[in-house]
């Protein structure tokens, strides 16, 4: 029983939700849902986009969008915060519940300094009525979050990194000493080794305040290794609850187990991830049934003839399947064989006869006050044909640029590229024949495919105008051409009439490898390629990009910060640190022994959360 004593003076738990529903027009957003969060506890509520997740996090807070009403009760320490008056609502927010959002840029005005934005929080209180008492306060709540630098209070958030922002964006949500943490993907916009210093700030914070805490994530890896208990959403439904521990020794719901194999494990490069087929229904669309039935390997006509209740296993353990029972033994044994390793065999000799070769390469900007950035400094690499290279390292170290040098969207300030045997250092400087052979030798995969597609053309127009490109007007590009394209990436026909603004994240992705293909190249160029999909789309994906490499013998630079990711599709990987190549080698190699401090680094923040 629960005796825990609340500020109040009530007994019960920090908050108590309970019939939680949110629609829109109507139309059902979630099925009534129940959350409990104990005084100093860490909750995650776990699962794809279009899951409920935010919208669940933001009823709570009582900061719903305009036109989505949520019914049901909602009590903090006692209060019953749907009940209350917007008017009332507002001494609440903030103070006894605060928000941190997924992207801190959206958190903090860009027209405020980044000291004012606690400032702001901190004049309501007789203590800080003077300017030199805020201004104090400012400085000590910024090194909690671990920011000793006096000068960050001054600079605005431009000029800022994202996981300073992060860290400032916290500051401000933690000024008013709220007893509950709302971190809506905290960390999911930021590199690895930046995630897991905010994880652990987010942990460390949580446990000197005893502050209850709930993570939104669609990450179950970070769930396990921050959170008590679990709570998996699916299609605005509760499919499982449980202490964390248990849930990752053993899910109870096919969602769940899919979720965490999906997660790439850093640990061991696996034969084939495995990747939930299909997208997130609408909640409206599946009231009266399992809403992951389509979806589920072990779906029978007894999962669609209702929906299933959430139902206690034991004390701590709930799910909504119903075929728990019957099939907990092959769960259990889908989850062994899938996590078996499937060993690599790197290819051997040096660069010769590389398809792509990189030397010395230089890369300088113009930074403020005309002072000069060296972006890249003095870089070589090879990729030879048909192999898959990683290139990987945080944010601003140089990834990004040295993949567009060989592109042609950067021209190098010095060093040489060879591409397919051609000087590709300066692309406005080729012969047009050479030119021409180059840009069907590579193309290149962005990390948002939605800025890089034209919104008002359709999939069939982005298409054809990369077919025609590369075939030229004697082979124009054909509705059946077309289909065959988005056949290669996993999608119907059907797709060419659509746009962008109708397909999801995934399948976006998938357009922008289809358009990279239709020139045939020998070497996709993938910036980040899998960073903004959820765990499961991202296996799908790079279940695709491993197909691809076999059936058309294609090489890969694959940029990216996640070993994890880069461990499941690269044979080699060189490492990059401001500018610089500090370690290269077999990718099994470097990740399971790294050499180089920075590289043990990068392994060890993806290691203190890895499954």
């Known amino acids: 029983m629960n005796t825990a004593v609340t500020h109040s003076g009530q007994e019960g738990p920090l908050l108590e939700v309970e019939g939680l529903a949110i629609s829109h027009a109507a139309v059902p957003i979630t099925t009534p849902l129940g959350i409990v969060v104990e005084r100093g506890e860490t909750i995650a509520i776990v699962g794809e986009s279009g899951s409920g997740k935010s919208l669940t996090a933001r009823a709570i807070a009582g900061i719903l ?41 959206t958190m903090l005005n860009p027209l405020m300094r980044s000291g004012d934005h606690i400032d702001e929080m901190l004049r309501d209180r007789p203590e800080f009525a003077s300017r030199a008492a805020r201004a104090e306060e400012v400085k000590r709540r910024l090194a909690e979050v671990g920011i000793v630098d006096e000068d960050v209070a001054r600079r605005m958030p431009f000029q800022l990194s994202g996981g300073m922002c992060q860290r400032v964006a916290l500051a401000a949500a933690l000024a008013r000493d709220p007893e509950l943490l709302i971190a809506d993907e905290p960390a999911t916009a930021l590199d690895v080794t930046t995630q897991a210093e905010i994880i652990k700030l987010l942990r460390r914070v949580q446990r000197e305040r005893q502050m209850g805490l709930i993570l939104i994530t669609h990450n179950l890896r970070l769930a396990f290794s921050t959170c008590q208990r679990i709570y998996v959403l699916y299609a605005g439904s509760m499919l499982e609850v449980g202490d ?18 999906s997660e790439p494990p850093v640990d061991i490069r696996v034969p ?36 299933p209740p959430l139902a206690a296993r034991d004390a701590t353990r709930f799910t909504a399947c119903i075929r728990q029972d019957e099939i907990q033994g092959e769960l259990d044994a889908v989850r062994t064989a899938t996590l078996s390793a499937a060993p690599t065999t790197p290819r051997r000799g040096g660069a010769a006869g ?37 290139l990987v390292g ?135 390629p899998v960073s903004a999909l959820d765990v499961s789309v991202q ?5 695709l990009f491993r197909r691809l490499q076999v059936e058309h013998e294609l090489s890969y ?19 990059l640190y401001l500018g610089e190549i500090v370690e290269e080698g077999p990718t099994e190699r470097v990740i399971g022994n790294p050499q180089h401090p920075y590289t043990r680094r990068l392994v060890e923040s993806i290691l203190r959360s890895a499954i």
């Not at 792509?356 to 060296?374: E, N, Q, S, W, Y």
């Open 557 to 575: 630079l694959f940029i990216t910060h996640d070993l994890a990711v880069v461990r499941q599709i690269t044979e080699r990987i060189y490492v």
């Open 354 to 390: 590389a398809l792509v070769r990189v030397d010395a390469l230089v890369k300088t900007f113009v930074g403020r006050r005309g002072r000069p950035i060296c972006a890249v400094k003095d870089v070589s690499l090879h990729i030879m044909p048909g192999e898959s290279v990683g």
């Open 244 to 261: 964390a521990a248990a849930v990752e020794r053993q899910p109870f719901h096919p969602y769940t187990l899919g979720l965490l194999l």
């Open 272 to 307: 084939r991830l495995v990747a939930i087929s299909g997208s997130v229904p609408r909640a409206a669309d599946v009231v009266d049934s399992c809403g992951f039935a389509d979806r589920c390997d072990w779906a029978k006509q007894i999962c669609r003839a209702g929906k």
């Open 394 to 528: 945080e944010s601003g170290s140089g990834k990004t640029t040295l993949g567009r040098c060989l592109v042609g969207l950067e021209t190098p300030t010095a060093g040489d590229i060879l591409i397919n045997g051609i000087a590709a250092a300066d692309f406005g400087a080729m012969p047009k024949a050479d030119l021409a052979r180059v840009r069907r030798t590579i193309q290149m995969v962005f990390q948002d495919p939605y800025s890089t597609l034209n919104p008002r053309h359709s999939v069939g127009q982005a298409l054809g105008e990369a077919l025609g490109a590369s075939a030229g007007a004697t082979s124009p590009a054909t509705p059946e051409r077309i289909a065959s394209l988005l056949a290669e990436v996993g999608l119907s026909a059907a797709y060419a009439t659509r746009r962008p603004a109708s397909l999801s994240g995934g399948e976006r992705q998938r357009i922008a490898i289809a358009r990279a293909l239709a020139v045939k190249p020998a070497i996709l160029v993938c910036d980040e």
């Open 65 to 105: 969008p305009p036109g989505i009403n949520a019914t049901g009760a909602v009590t903090l320490d006692g209060i019953p915060l749907m009940r209350l008056a917007e008017s009332e609502l507002r001494k609440i927010r903030g103070f006894r519940v605060s928000m941190l959002m997924q992207d801190p840029f």
């Open 539 to 543: 296996a799908q994906v790079l279940n």
